[in-house]
């Protein structure tokens, strides 16, 4: 008897992930890649793409590394271009590059120009690069987009200063988001998001010893998540498991948003 492939295989998908260099996103990219995806590493630091995509290549897959500020929409478009170059397709897409939106003052003393930044990387970012996901997936009449959200884009967390900004960003990609899955969903795409909880990065861990006992104490499970507690979402929402699940927001937070 033949044996069943998988309906989490990704083998023979290619991948796309932004802010891949480090935290989330690297361990995301490298999931993927453990589920058979070849994957394109996009990080605003090449060094850090770089040491990714090696990572990935060491586990039998394609891989390559590319510099890309998101906020600009040149660099977005040459991007992708050098993808599709490459590999001649692009299956999933997560949208991942972020600016911390923990460490701003109270919201009364924000510099609208920090909030113009997390505007411009994590939400226009987004969507130029979900227009070039689409219009390439359009083609292919398949895919799947998945949106890298947060809790704070649901219920504010408690005891941060200055989250609105953050906030505000994340809520509108969250609705973005659904409006997308309503758009494409005639093409067989995909376009969903992932809202972590507190979850220790290298962006995060420098606040995590004066933080860290607040963050625990308000998840329901007792802990700060790892970046790899998110692997499984994104597993699923990039197979074939998931090609009937659009438009959701998959929380994988420890209960924080309860």
Known sequence: ?????????????????????????????????????DVAIVDINKENADVTSEEI?????????????LSK???VQA??????????????????????????PSSEDIDINDFKRFI????????MCCQEEARIMIKQNKGHIINICAVAGTRPPRGIQGIAPYAAVKAGVKVMTQGLALDWAKYNITVNTISPGYIITP???AIIPTRGEMYASQTPMGRIGLPEDI????VYLASDASNWTT???FFVDGGLRI
């Open 1 to 37: 008897m033949e044996a069943r492939k998988s309906i989490f295989d990704l083998t023979g998908k290619v991948a796309v992930v932004t802010g891949g260099g480090r935290g989330i996103g690297k361990s995301l990219a490298l999931a993927l890649a453990r589920e058979g995806a």
């Open 57 to 69: 290549k060491s586990l039998g897959r394609r891989s390559i590394s590319i510099k890309t500020d």
């Open 73 to 75: 929409k040149d660099e």
């Open 79 to 104: 991007m992708f271009k050098e993808v599709m170059k490459k590999f001649g397709q692009i299956d999933v897409a997560i949208n991942n590059a972020g600016v911390s939106g923990s460490r701003l």
């Open 120 to 127: 411009d990387i994590m939400l226009l970012g987004y969507f």
């Open 203 to 205: 962006a995060t861990e």
């Open 231 to 234: 692997d499984g979402a994104a």
């Open 247 to 249: 438009g959701i927001d």
